[in-house]
């Protein structure tokens, strides 16, 4: 299976400390995944990486090849993976402004019918799980529903080093579990839908919903 890693940091400021913290919550996951799910495809898609317009034209708004080359190379990512690992940090209960408009650029048919994992973290005590509630919303409604089990770190400067390994007095396995119960309950929902999207194309069963609201069959 293909997973694509959404981080939702681009904060490069201080304070508060340390500036993308979100970065060793990252590296934590990578190297989780890498260890107990080598077997599967994983890319790190990094939001500093996706410098976006001021002015916001999604990526489907662009006719005929238009699109900036980024948008169109992670539209062919999104359309070719089978499931996604969204990390947050937590801004005003709320999740990364960031990973919002870079997830806002893509239609939802290019996410729907593919399975989602909920990461946040915190600077703070709850591990942004305010964020992540939201998060269930958003995603969603983007068609890559989240699997219940959801990882929040809190004070994630105390827990990872910025390499991404645990800091001295934190068990690695302990956190590897943690990190593995929603990583296998995604891939097993990510196993089970490729399957089914192979036999059953839900794009030609429901219509996709990117013109008007028409197409959403209210009478
Ligand atoms: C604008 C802003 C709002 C924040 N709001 C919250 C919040 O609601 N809850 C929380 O636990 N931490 C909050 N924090 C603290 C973040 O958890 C902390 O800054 C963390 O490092 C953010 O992740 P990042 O460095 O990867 O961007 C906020 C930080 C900023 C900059």
């Given at each position: 299976?293909?997973?694509?890693?959404?981080?939702?940091?681009?904060?490069?400021?201080?304070?508060?400390?340390?500036?993308?913290?979100?970065?060793?919550?990252?590296?934590?996951?990578?190297?989780?995944?890498?260890?107990?799910?080598?077997?599967?495809?994983?890319?790190?898609?990094?939001?500093?990486?996706?410098?976006?317009?001021?002015?916001?034209?999604?990526?489907?708004?662009?006719?005929?090849?238009?699109?900036?080359?980024?948008?169109?190379?992670?539209?062919?990512?999104?359309?070719?993976?089978?499931?996604?690992?969204?990390?947050?940090p937590e801004?005003?209960?709320?999740?990364?402004?960031?990973?919002?408009?870079?997830?806002?650029?893509?239609?939802?048919?290019?996410?729907?019918?593919?399975?989602?994992?909920?990461?946040t973290y915190s600077?703070?005590?709850?591990g942004g799980m305010?964020a992540a509630?939201?998060?269930?919303?958003?995603?969603?409604?983007?068609?890559?529903?989240?699997?219940?089990?959801?990882?929040h770190?809190?004070?994630?400067?105390?827990?990872?080093?910025?390499?991404?390994?645990?800091?001295?007095?934190?068990?690695?396995?302990?956190?590897?579990?943690?990190?593995?119960?929603?990583?296998?309950?995604?891939?097993?929902?990510?196993?089970?839908?490729?399957?089914?999207?192979?036999?059953?194309?839900?794009?030609?069963?429901?219509?996709?919903?990117?013109?008007?609201?028409?197409?959403?069959?209210?009478?």
């Open positions: 299976m293909k997973l694509l890693v959404f981080l939702g940091t681009v904060r490069d400021s201080t304070p508060p400390r340390p500036a993308r913290l979100g970065v060793r919550v990252a590296k934590a996951c990578l190297a989780c995944l890498h260890e107990r799910f080598a077997e599967h495809e994983i890319e790190l898609i990094d939001a500093l990486d996706y410098p976006l317009e001021p002015v916001f034209k999604p990526h489907f708004a662009y006719a005929g090849g238009k699109a900036p080359a980024a948008l169109d190379r992670l539209a062919e990512k999104i359309a070719s993976s089978d499931g996604f690992i969204m990390i947050s801004y005003n209960h709320s999740m990364s402004p960031a990973l919002a408009n870079l997830l806002n650029h893509f239609g939802s048919s290019l996410f729907s019918y593919k399975p989602s994992a909920i990461v600077a703070g005590q709850w305010r509630i939201g998060m269930r919303t958003f995603l969603s409604e983007l068609g890559c529903l989240p699997v219940s089990a959801m990882i770190v809190p004070r994630a400067q105390e827990v990872f080093e910025t390499d991404g390994s645990v800091q001295a007095g934190e068990d690695q396995a302990a956190w590897f579990d943690y990190f593995g119960r929603s990583f296998s309950q995604l891939l097993w929902w990510v196993q089970a839908a490729s399957e089914h999207r192979r036999q059953r194309d839900p794009h030609a069963l429901i219509k996709s919903f990117n013109r008007d609201p028409s197409q959403r069959n209210a009478p």
